[in-house]
């Protein structure tokens, strides 16, 4: 229990508070700009574990709930009606919901800017590489040495693109054109649904394409006492071809490996600008793998700029920004089952497993679920701020505002709404985790 805790609730915990301070920031940021005084800045509900008051007055306060948070104006008239939230002009009241969505969205773009200026972008070629047996790329008559040119109607740039594609489109029929010597071809793939366990003992469905990526045949590293260490290959080393065969990708190379169940293999090496060649045996590895020992060099990093970084960052998250769109968009038609739907458990497994895999993966995540934040805030529903941006809307119509009462009536219906909304994504969570038939399975028989 205590490494679940670790793997999955404190990384997702810690995310969720940063971008709840960021969403409420915003609120807090243009509210005092306006001069509306701002009695409390919550991360969290309920009781206070603890906080301060600035000189500003406002009381910064950390709750025990520690889903969610808000910003609490003003509302003592006595004090002075100027720096209440109720006496601002409409376009102030706006600027002020507006601000926390927004908040959001730039959390994402700067993220993302400062993850690429400062680590750089992988960048894969979409060139296929390896193509499962059996699999989606297999059956659609996907070949090795094929560059992806579009998928689902959208350019390709890279293989960390596609594959984010195919996250989305599980299950779902992708049209894909490819260059295959020159020649442009479309063809139909069925994204395949498959459903992995993680580390932590919990399931998830991914989209898979049932191909990989081309590499350089070059050896990053040798497995000490290994077949290739044995046979004296090194780090640097570059694969020219196998048993007289010429390779141009290291997955042709695993391709060969694989067919050879164990037998020995010839291998041609470039090591300083001199060629030599090398026999080896295979040694047997897990679930009946036949192994080498060597390790390929990873996809490569592109350096941008920090204008590059910021452009880049700007696109990512309108491109992300579409893709949720989309995605929410064909739930709403019909064109996709509620299931894809993720709640906070869903969501406290990707955040371990983005931590897990390092930061690059948990910033794209941390990026991703601010967007969804601020998109989220902004539906038409009260008690979101795109509910107040509802009431807003209706004043500017009637010039008068709603009643206090009508208000809370929409709110409490809202809030309800939400709440259901939620037990919802939570119930779909246990059954889509695995965890519902875990519970079930530890409990006693009658």
């Known amino acids: 229990m205590i490494g679940l805790l670790g793997y999955y609730v404190l990384p997702f915990l810690a995310m969720l508070a940063v971008l709840v301070f960021v969403h409420e920031l915003g609120h807090y940021a243009v509210a005092r700009l306006c001069g509306v005084r701002v009695d409390v800045f919550s991360v969290g509900f309920g009781r206070e574990l603890f906080g301060w008051t600035a000189a500003s007055g406002t009381r910064w306060r950390v709750g025990l709930m520690p889903i969610g948070g808000y910003v609490k104006f003003a509302t003592d008239h006595a004090l002075s009606d100027a720096e209440t939230f109720e006496s601002k002009s409409l376009p102030a009241r706006i600027a002020i ?24 972008e992988r960048s894969t070629p979409p060139v296929v590489g390896y193509v499962e047996a059996g699999g989606p790329a297999d059956i659609t008559g996907i070949e090795p040495g094929d560059r992806i040119l579009r998928a689902g109607g959208q350019p390709v740039g890279s293989f960390e693109e596609l594959r984010q594609l195919a996250l989305l489109d599980a299950g779902r029929t992708m049209v894909i054109e490819i260059d295959r010597g020159g020649t442009r071809h479309g063809m139909s793939l069925r994204v395949e649904e498959r459903m992995i366990r993680d580390v932590g003992g919990l399931t998830m469905t991914v989209g898979e394409l ?5 590499h350089d045949p070059v050896v990053l590293g040798v497995d000490a006492e290994g077949p290739a260490e044995v046979a004296g290959i090194l780090p640097g080393d ?7 065969r010429p390779i141009a990708y ?9 067919a050879g169940n164990g037998a020995p293999l010839t291998l041609t090496l470039r090591r300083g600008g001199e060629e030599a060649e090398v026999t080896l045996s295979p040694a047997a590895g897990a679930g009946g793998r036949w192994l080498i020992g060597v390790v390929r060099n990873p996809s490569p990093r592109n350096t941008l700029s920090a204008t590059r970084s910021f452009v880049r960052g700007v696109e990512v998250s309108v491109d992300l920004l579409f893709r949720t769109a989309r995605y929410v968009g064909d739930m709403i038609t019909g064109g996709r089952n509620l299931d894809g739907l993720s709640g906070p458990i869903r969501v406290a497994q990707y955040a371990g497993q983005a931590s897990a895999l390092g930061i690059e993966q948990l910033v794209m995540l941390a990026a991703l679920i601010s967007l969804n934040l601020g998109v989220v805030n902004l539906m038409p529903i009260p008690a979101l701020d795109g509910g107040y941006l509802v009431f807003f809307g209706i004043e500017a119509v009637r010039r008068k505002r709603l009643s206090e009462a009508a208000i809370k009536r929409a709110q409490q219906l809202g809030l309800f709404s939400v709440l259901l909304f939620v037990l919802f994504v939570i119930g779909n969570d246990f059954v889509q985790t695995g965890l519902w038939a875990r519970l079930l399975a530890m409990t006693p028989g009658v």
Request: charged letters at 15%; zero cysteines; proline letters at 4%.
């Open 97 to 120: 919901v507006v601000a926390g969505p927004f908040a959001n969205v730039l959390f994402a773009v700067l993220a993302l800017a400062a993850l690429f200026w400062l680590h750089g």
């Open 250 to 258: 290291f997955e042709e190379l695993q391709t060969h490996v694989r």
């Open 238 to 244: 570059r694969i020219l071809a196998v048993d007289g």
């Open 210 to 214: 049932g191909m990989r990526p081309a």
